[in-house]
């Protein structure tokens, strides 16, 4: 987690070089994964620069849609998210702890997938609301995403409240490595493991069948053996109570709320919004489709974040 307020947010950090940052803003967006929407209208940039003028502490929360044009997949878009396109699930957190085999399952999944997930690069979206903050706009970003596009645009003021795919921990000594060191073990385990790639999820694995993973070999932890989990909260986990209180103090310190690419469908994102609800902070939501907190928020835009942002102008 890349987290300027890691020891009161209960945050641990891995830290990345983003000598190239500014090159990525020319790439074009990949919108294989990105729902239909209209360009921009003019008068709904109008509104959020209006919105943004006005805030002088302004609390970002992001979700899956602002990834999306970097190519990763989100869950619940319509066409083109992973519900839509298939009848796969997230593992479940009791799944992955109590199981030998669905661990097996996944880190098999995870191995093939992550040299791709691991290069996606932040878009246009995450650089803006880097130079958001650069330039003092942006008080907080707090993301859902568990990507590192954050970290990887440059962004410090910043946690991760799902955690990240680029760290992996033990659940028995919570020794903490770096992702990129698990795949050196993983290809040592398996020298002539292969495996056919059936589609692509959002969290950084693939599809296999039962027969390509039957023969992955999965390490244990180096220092005591242990069972080794990507820090990262999977579905049916809660995210620790520390690091909520740690996001409250910031949205307490804020006096409004953007919401970037996020349906809040979830529970451990939406209740932010509720809360700057109950604060009567202005809230903006930009996200293609309705959301879960559509009702509370004075102005909300159905256009690309990555198309969106960067046309904000701050004063």
């Not at 680029?166 to 770096?178: E, I």
């Not at 959002?202 to 932890?221: I, K």
């Not at 053996?225 to 949205?251: A, C, H, M, N, Y």
Request: net charge positive; aromatic share 8%; glycine share 6%.
């Amino acid at each position: 987690m890349f987290c300027a307020g890691r020891a009161s947010g209960g945050c641990r950090t891995l830290r990345f070089h983003h000598t190239r940052s500014y090159s990525v803003a020319k790439t074009s967006p990949n919108l294989t994964f990105v729902p239909a929407s209209s360009p921009p209208d003019p008068t709904e940039v109008e509104e959020l620069q209006r919105f943004i003028s006005h805030s002088q502490r302004l609390f970002v929360m992001t979700g899956a849609g602002i990834s999306t044009e970097s190519g990763i997949p989100d869950y619940r878009s319509e066409v083109v998210g992973l519900y839509a396109r298939t009848d796969r699930r997230p593992i479940q957190h009791a799944e992955f702890v109590h199981s030998a085999s669905a661990r097996q399952r996944y880190w098999a999944r995870n191995f093939v997938g992550w040299p791709k997930f691991s290069s996606h690069q932040p878009n246009a979206a995450h650089l803006a609301l880097r130079n958001w903050e650069s330039l003092g706009k942006l008080h907080w970003l707090v993301t859902q995403n568990v990507d590192a596009l954050h970290s990887k645009a440059g962004s410090q003021q910043m946690t991760e409240l799902h955690g990240c795919t680029h760290r992996v921990f033990c659940l028995g000594c919570g020794d903490q490595t770096p992702r990129s060191e698990l795949q050196e073990r993983f290809e040592a385990m398996n020298p002539t493991w292969t495996a056919e790639v059936h589609g692509v999820a959002p969290d950084g694995d693939v599809f296999l069948t039962e027969d390509q993973v039957r023969y992955f070999r999965v390490p244990a932890c180096s220092k005591c053996g242990g069972i080794l989990k990507p820090d990262v909260t999977f579905f049916g986990d809660s995210v620790s109570r520390e690091r909520v209180d740690f996001v409250r103090q910031r949205l307490a310190e804020s006096d409004s709320v953007l919401v970037v690419g996020s349906s809040l469908q979830v529970y451990s994102g939406y209740r932010f919004a509720l809360a700057a609800h109950e604060k009567k902070l202005p809230i903006a939501i930009l996200n293609i489709g309705p959301t879960r907190s559509d009702h509370l928020a004075s102005l909300k835009l159905n256009s690309r974040c990555g198309e969106l942002l960067p046309l904000i102008a701050l004063q």
